[in-house]
């Protein structure tokens, strides 16, 4: 079991940074991969950016790339994601979850309670 909690959320300019943290805890549970999804009001949930624990291999929408950066800490089980150049579009709450390779159950797991990340234009 893996719980995740998610961080650095807040009111930010266009042009701006955030950077998000996403933190596991829990026992028995060994991340293969880290998603970052958001949500808009009145949107779908999509996925943003993602990385594969070992090794490093990212994926990013291509509505966030080259401004967002998806990186870990492996041995402290955080991920982050860098975002640059905020735009208001990128206004949603953002969620981390995970793959874990304790189990052959591919779902994304953790979702903790998100960030809220607000763009103002």
């Known amino acids: 079991q893996v719980q995740l909690v998610e961080s650095g959320g807040g009111l930010v300019q266009e042009g701006g940074s955030l950077r998000l943290s996403c933190t596991a805890s829990?026992?028995?549970?060994?991340?293969?991969?880290m998603g970052w999804f958001r949500q808009a009001p009145g949107k779908e949930r999509v996925l943003v950016a993602a990385?594969?624990?070992?090794?490093?291999?990212?994926y990013y929408d291509d509505s966030v790339k080259g401004r967002f950066t998806i990186s870990r800490e492996v041995s402290k089980n955080i991920g982050y994601l860098q975002m640059n150049n905020l735009q208001s579009m990128d206004t949603a709450v953002y969620y981390c979850?995970?793959?874990?390779?304790?189990?052959?159950?591919?779902?994304?797991?953790?979702w903790g309670q998100g960030t809220q990340v607000t763009v103002s234009s």
């Open positions: 979850a995970v793959r874990d390779g304790t189990t052959d159950d591919r779902r994304w797991r953790g």
């Open positions: 990385i594969s624990w070992i090794p490093n291999t990212t």
């Open positions: 829990g026992r028995a549970f060994s991340i293969t991969n």
